[in-house]
Nanobody, 126 residues
Framework: VQLQASGGGLMQAGGSLRLSCAAS????????MAWFRQAPGKEREFVAG????????SYADSVKGRFTISRDNAKNTVYLQMNSLKPEDTAVYYC????????????????????WGQGTLVTVSS
């Protein structure tokens, strides 16, 4: 399994970006997916997650109401729409796939995910 993240870049505060994460391999549709981010000098943190069916999403408090996670199982792709960007959103963003298929509840800790994309840098200027 390989995850390829894209869509990062430089954006002014208040702007929008859409990240994509394309997955290779089989059975994408039975695994929860998530986005994490890591800012310089900080630990990796959960940003958003979506269940394998797409029926449930979860967000970090810092991005609620601004970011939206979605997935297209036919395209093996998960997205992160980021609106109203703030300088504190500056980080490398990673997509990740859950270790366990068809999990009953979305997990928001990094150890629950065993496949990671290479990361895409998002820089928000003030």
């Amino acid at each position: 399994v390989q995850l390829q993240a894209s869509g990062g870049g430089l954006m002014q505060a208040g702007g929008s970006l859409r990240l994509s994460c394309a997955a290779s391999g089989r059975f994408f549709s039975i695994y929860d997916m998530a986005w994490f981010r890591q800012a310089p000098g900080k630990e990796r943190e959960f940003v958003a997650g979506i269940t394998w069916s797409g029926s449930t999403t979860s967000y970090a408090d810092s991005v609620k109401g601004r970011f939206t996670i979605s997935r297209d199982n036919a395209k093996n792709t998960v997205y992160l729409q980021m609106n109203s960007l703030k300088p504190e959103d500056t980080a490398v963003y990673y997509c990740a796939r859950d270790r366990i298929a068809n999990r009953s509840k979305l997990v928001m800790i990094a150890d629950a995910y065993n496949y990671w994309g290479q990361g895409t840098l998002v820089t928000v200027s003030s």
